[in-house]
């Protein structure tokens, strides 16, 4: 029996007719989540992972960032000290490629808003403006009551900082972490460094969306608020939906959400930009353009600098 190679599809039709949206919208509308973060390199397995958690993955037999930030450790100095590396490398350190500052190049003389699944600050560092910018889930950079017993969030960087030189590491001069040679990483952090409320004095937890007890602070309020009134004064002018890397964990955050107002919307355009789950329900096919392909190098493509 005779097998085919797949015929190669490089989407050279629609990286030009996206080109042309681009250029005839003044409205962008990006909706982003994990595949975005994990085209610009922040991989949560292989080779990260093996060069800032191999100490854990030895000891507990865990693959991947994802499986280690659930493992119920036995103390809070060895909890602390997974969780202060984990935090640092995925929100303090830069992603290896600059696909968000290429992205940002390409729509930051647009009126463009965001809103995003991602907790990795990536949108902020690469110059969106805050005002701009809706983190749904959370942020990796603050802390809140684990119980909670207030609706408030706490910067973490400095504390973060300190867990991780705690346990032998430097800081290089772009901010990414190193041992010096011959020095063995701590799996635990002292004492004084675990993070604890100051209103209650229990343990303090990482603002995610994992559960009921998420704090949904006035931060976030406000730019749910922004998010809703940019969308209340574009219905129905000339707006770009540019969905990037959304999956389905939750779909009904940005993918539903864009395909219903792409449905409605008598001038809107609806983009995703997904490498394996790049498709459009047939209502809105005329108005969907979807390549499934990598990101970074579609943006590429389109002449992102």
Known sequence: MLFRMPKVI?????????????????????????????????????????????????????????????YPYNTLNEHW??????????????PPKPLYHKLYNL???KDYFVITTNVDHCFQKAGFDKKRLYYTQGDYG????SEPCHEETYDNAEMI????????????TDSSLYLPDGVTPKMF??????????????????????DDTFVQDQGWYKAAGQYKSFLSQHQNTKVLFLELGVGYNTPFIIKYPFWEMTAEWYDAT??????????????IHKKAICINDDIYMTINRLGAK
């Not at 000290?81 to 350190?93: E, G, L, P, T």
């Not at 900082?161 to 290089?172: C, F, S």
């Not at 952090?189 to 994992?210: F, Q, T, W, Y």
């Not at 609806?270 to 209502?283: D, I, Q, R, W």
């Open 10 to 70: 490089h989407y050279e039709d629609e990286i030009q007719t996206l080109q042309q949206v681009l250029e005839q919208t003044e409205t962008v509308i990006i909706g982003a989540g994990a595949g975005l973060s994990t085209s610009a390199g922040f991989t949560y397995n292989e080779e990260r992972f093996d060069r800032y958690f191999r100490d854990f993955a030895e000891k507990y037999h865990f693959r991947d960032m994802y499986a280690g930030g659930f």
């Open 81 to 94: 000290a997974y969780w202060s590396r984990y935090i640092y490398v995925n929100r303090y350190m830069n």
């Open 107 to 109: 729509i930051k003389n």
């Open 142 to 145: 603050l802390f809140q009551c």
């Open 161 to 172: 900082l300190e867990m991780v030189k705690a346990q032998g590491y430097k800081i290089e």
């Open 189 to 210: 952090v002292p004492d004084e460094l675990i993070p604890l409320c100051p209103k209650c004095g229990k343990p303090m937890s990482m603002n995610l969306r994992a």
């Open 270 to 283: 609806y983009v995703c930009l997904n490498k394996g789950e790049a498709f459009a329900p047939e209502e």
